[in-house]
């Protein structure tokens, strides 16, 4: 079978799922209304509360939520499990689970003065489970930045061989993503203080862009070599240094100066990279030669294993707790009016999967055993983008480099909204305000992941491993927790107020089926680290760290369920009488 068959017939059943699913969610559950005045226009502060269009917020949005999760993921999930399972969950999970959750994270912020997730949780439930949640989304958002940023410094660090004497190296991917970090900062400046116009800019910066990615093989940034360092490793432990420093400056400077732009440019670079892809599979005649299923982890049993490991592996592709932070967190304070709600937050969950979709292509398309599997996600993904590239007359080379700037460009995105969201948490937290709460909610927000890195990590068996490999489970497992969470907050919010009775059952029914997959994952990861042949031996030095933290979520998501629990049967037994009633 053509790759063509199983990407086509994915995003198909996606686009229904909009003008059906969608507008049964976005007219019966959320009840969408444009007499409501949204936070961005009745609060514009020109800092954080700022309105515009819903064709440039989107671009945004989308960039914001399609970092590496739903590239890496999918990859993972499609070469651990086979790409049916991947695929299915990829498709049913984002219709049903991940779209109504990104939507009702940001259509509840928007109803509450673009507050985020935690605070609607502490408005409608408690005081406590607004703290107990907000140190959960802590750690999340602590894992997601060491996950993301270890990630992208090794691909600044590594010298890819394609074979027949060509070479991608790390320092042309470095000087490819300064020269792009630098560009939507100009951009930011031309448009808030000149009458150039968007669609100008845009116009002048995107070819920009793609210059900055075809300059960077020539002018190779080589940070081991600039600085005289001895390893890779240890270059790879400066650019992790160099990178936070970015996401602090990025997480408390104005919006307009770097958050927008850039999320603007990056949702073209997500575009582009989605053509690039189209022209591939539609024309390149790729057959499915990766098996539809595999034993994972050289087990016998198919279905333990990956129940519940696929829905954890496959994060940002189907469901992202993360995304209700970008909804309830940024998004929600630009939206300019309320119906924007369905095409950014239910329709670029779509679009999200259908990423998703062709990153799992990138599996598809190789046959078991190819050396090319055994290589990291990033890459895999970029070769990918690279066959595709050459149908039109494009090198591999370039079209790899274009797969690898793309991927990194895609972190970016996710790296500086995770610290302007942790930078909101600290300061809700504290009454930190001011620029003096900013740069020390900042700093606080970048300097615990930066400590994670610096240390030697290890596995289960006491291996030497990667920090981004490490936390990625644990990533995956309390980022689809905290997903499940937010859908709490949300069937609450929606018992209390929505007048349609039964509306609360769109949300209830998928928390339940997140919690049970990413606690039991978590609890999986937990006894993997602290039970030996049947008995439980006590994690010396760094090997506390996963089981630690592991530890923390179980503890937190179920102390928050406990507390909403009580909060949910009361308004079920009283359906219709919200205290708020939406019209």
Request: a neutral charge; one cysteine or more; aromatic letters at 14%.
């Amino acid at each position: 079978m053509n790759i063509l068959v199983a990407i086509g017939i994915g995003s198909l059943i996606l686009t229904i799922a909009y003008f059906t699913y969608g507008k049964f969610v976005s007219q019966k559950v959320f009840m969408l209304d444009d007499k409501n005045v949204t936070p961005a226009v009745e609060m514009e502060d020109g800092v954080d509360y700022e309105p515009i269009d819903a064709k440039f917020l989107a671009g945004q949005h989308f960039s914001a939520i399609a970092a590496a999760g739903p590239i890496t993921g999918p990859i993972i999930a499609g070469l651990t499990f086979g790409w049916v399972p991947a695929f299915i969950w990829i498709v049913l999970g984002t219709i049903f689970i991940g779209a109504v959750h990104d939507m009702g994270a940001l259509v509840a912020s928007l109803r509450n003065k673009a507050c985020g997730i935690a605070e609607t949780m502490r408005k409608y439930v408690s005081k406590r489970v607004w703290i107990l949640f907000n140190l959960f989304i802590f750690f999340t958002l602590i894992m997601i930045i060491v996950a993301f940023t270890d990630i992208t410094a090794s691909s600044f660090v590594n010298v890819i061989d394609l074979g027949d004497g060509f070479t991608v190296g790390g320092g042309a991917t470095a000087t490819s993503s300064i020269l792009y970090l630098i560009l939507p900062v100009i951009m930011g400046f031309v448009l808030k203080y000149t009458k150039m116009s968007l669609n100008v800019a845009t116009l002048i910066f995107l070819p920009l862009v793609a210059l900055s990615i075809w300059v960077g093989p020539y002018i190779p940034f080589n940070l081991q070599a600039f600085l005289g360092l001895d390893t890779p490793q240890a270059a790879q432990k400066v650019w992790n240094l160099l990178i936070i420093a970015y996401c602090f400056i990025a997480g408390i400077v104005p919006v307009w100066a770097l958050l927008q732009p850039r999320g603007h440019l990056g949702g073209y670079f997500l575009y582009a990279t989605m053509i690039v892809a189209f022209i591939g599979i539609v024309f390149g005649g790729f057959p499915t030669q990766y098996p539809s299923f595999t034993h994972p982890f050289g087990s016998d049993n198919f279905w333990t294993p990956m129940f519940p490991m696929l829905f954890i592996t496959v994060a940002c592709g189907a469901c992202s707790g993360f995304h209700s932070l970008v909804s309830s967190g940024t998004t929600s304070k630009q939206l300019k009016k309320e119906t924007d709600a369905k095409p950014i937050g239910y329709g670029m969950m779509l679009a999200e999967a259908v990423v998703a979709l062709i990153a799992l292509g990138t599996v598809m398309m190789l046959p078991k055993g190819d050396p090319l599997t055994s290589r990291s996600p990033n890459f895999i993904y970029a070769s990918g983008l690279g066959s595709f590239m050459e149908l039109i007359g494009i090198s591999k080379a370039f079209g790899i480099s274009f797969g690898l700037m793309a991927f990194t460009t895609f972190v970016y995105d996710t790296l500086d909204v995770c610290t302007r969201l942790g930078r909101y948490i600290i300061q809700e937290l504290t009454g930190w305000q001011g620029w003096g709460g900013r740069i020390l909610s900042g700093a606080l927000i970048g300097g615990l992941p930066l400590i994670l890195m610096s240390v030697n990590l290890t596995d289960p068996a006491g291996k030497p491993v990667a920090a981004w490999s490490l936390f990625w489970k644990t990533f995956g497992s309390s980022n689809q927790l905290l997903a499940a969470l937010a859908l709490v907050g949300i069937t609450v919010w929606l018992q209390r107020t929505s007048k349609n009775p039964k509306a609360w059952l769109a949300t209830f029914l998928p928390s339940v089926f997140m919690f049970v997959m990413s606690t039991w994952a978590l609890v999986k990861t937990f006894i993997s680290y602290t039970f030996k042949d049947g008995a439980f031996v006590m994690p010396a030095g760094t090997n506390t760290i996963v089981p630690a933290v592991s530890l923390i979520y179980i503890i937190l998501a179920i102390w928050v369920v406990i507390e909403c629990a009580p909060a949910i049967m009361k308004n079920a037994q009283h359906p219709g009488q919200g205290l708020e009633a939406q019209a």
